[in-house]
């Protein structure tokens, strides 16, 4: 563009006078760097009216840079809606000069030429027209409506910007398949949830009572819409029998979708036995013993019996459905009583330790702690006959030390052979030899012989 100069006002789409235009000085006061107007220039996606551009020759290449001016603009925004909601779709003109405004659908057909609408469907309903703006609403969306709508602005040359409308679909149905109905403790189950038809796809998150837990999830896609399944595995416990199992969903157009499943879970029975009587004292002899049974399982236990563990159950003990009674203890009571329980699943016990205590006795009660073992067993500790154990250990052990330190006292001292007899009284060694050679000869003169 040779010849350009400082403040040259060029008009490069129309030839009529601009309504209104704007004469910049240069940036530099050279041929390289001019300002030119430029009348009505649309840009990809906002409209600008007037506005003015920099042209700068680089080496041998002219380069054009656009300007914002003081002309009318066309502003819109992007739409998001739930299938079956209402979008609005606005189209203002900033710095309006009474242009005329209209709406074109994605197929480029009209839907509002300023307040009347040449498009046969009653879905859009005009919401505001004034010089600025032009507002339409669409009820009822669908899927088909989706797609780039045109705001255009009559000028010469018309300007045009686009929104696009983006429609979101829901789940239309979340449901969890358990693989097992009813299931047995330790054992792992699968249950699976399936959000079919949405659009985007959904996330599914799995939570058992208040704890989140994870799943393995899979997308299929038909057509737009997307189906999700997601896979959850779970060892349940007999602790988990009646927990529900939530299946919940996040997604963009809806907000709390859930559904759940309570886990029905069977377990063999838990034991326990308590002492109705006496109820904190001691087991003394000649009085009763009454002992109750209570066993607790899915399903309910249906056998429960008592016996007595490694030995006969005394005749004289009544057994009551889950009660014991022994009316009159005496010392051959003494053992360990089990109560069993059974159902479908399994069998489990629970075991109490009897000591009959004499009739003077007057030390604390024993407790009698029944716990479950492996199998729901409970034991019961008699902490008296423990006690006892204790104190005649301790008693041997001082008898012991007293029979020991007698021993070593009546052993020491100084000890004399027969052969050392006289040497105490010699003056020498050899007197002290010749003494006691004297003296076993002594004493062999001084043997007597009796007939």
Partial sequence: MPGLRAGACINCFSARP???????KAVKPRRESVIVCIHQVVSFRTAVSHASALIQLRGDTWFLQLLPGDGQNLVTEDVTVVEGDVATISCRVKNSDDSVIQLL????????FRDFRPLKDSRFQLVNFSNSELRVSLTNVS???????????????????YTTITVLVPPRNLVIDIQKEIAVEGEEIELNCTAMASRPATTIRWFKGNKELTGKSEVEQWSDMYTVTSQ???????????????????HPAVKDLQTQRYLEVMYKPQVRVSQNYPVQGLTREGEPLELTCAAFGKPQPTDMRWLRVDDEMPQHVVVSGSNLLISNLNKTDNGTYRCEASNAVGKSHADYMLFVYDTTATTEPAVHDSRAGEEGAIRSVDHAVVGGVVAVVVFAMLCLLIILGRYFARHKGTYFTHEAKGADDAADADTAIINAEGGQNNSEEKKEYFI
């Fill in 18 to 24: 601009f309504p209104k235009y704007q004469v910049l």
């Fill in 105 to 112: 659908n994605p197929n480029r057909q009209t839907i509002y």
């Fill in 143 to 161: 899927i088909s409506d989706e797609g780039r709508y045109f705001c255009q602005l009559y000028t010469d040359p018309p300007q045009e910007i």
């Fill in 232 to 250: 959850l595995l779970l060892k349940v416990g007999r602790e988990d029998d009646g927990v529900p199992v939530i299946c919940l969903v996040d």
